[in-house]
């Protein structure tokens, strides 16, 4: 077996380097601070986030996914014991190839303002 060693990989056709069609890296992902001004503290092919109210973000892509099947998995915490989940209303708010919505819930389904929010998205890009 052969070990391959790289510091860059890079696709020449441009995007995302994939191995057996699968890409390598995640496609977008953000940390934000959630509460009063809302500020990205890092992140890769996200342009902004938008505070849509309490506990209501939009992340927006600075290079659109290739279709809306995209996954998200992400998280939000306070530092205190109380549960808090990310969720996406998709129902209300689908997902679209340039942005998708999120909700940070306490366990009682009440939103919330986080601190700190995570996403991460997978899936092709445009």
Request: aromatic content about 8%; hydrophobic content about 35%; overall charge negative.
């Amino acid at each position: 077996m052969s070990t391959v060693k790289a510091n860059d990989i890079t696709n020449v056709t441009g995007g995302i380097p994939t191995v057996k069609s699968q890409q390598l890296i995640p496609t977008a992902w953000v940390n934000f601070n959630g509460t009063s001004t809302v500020a990205i503290r890092d992140s890769e092919n996200v342009s902004s986030i938008t505070d849509n109210g309490t506990g209501d973000y939009t992340v927006t892509f600075a290079t659109s996914m290739a279709n809306i099947n995209y996954a998200s998995a992400g998280f939000a915490g306070a530092g205190t014991s109380s549960l808090r989940s990310l969720s996406q209303p998709y129902e209300a708010f689908p997902p679209t190839t340039s942005s998708c919505r999120y909700n940070v819930v306490y366990a009682n389904n009440s939103i919330y303002d986080a601190p700190t929010v995570s996403v991460l998205i997978l899936g092709g890009q445009a």
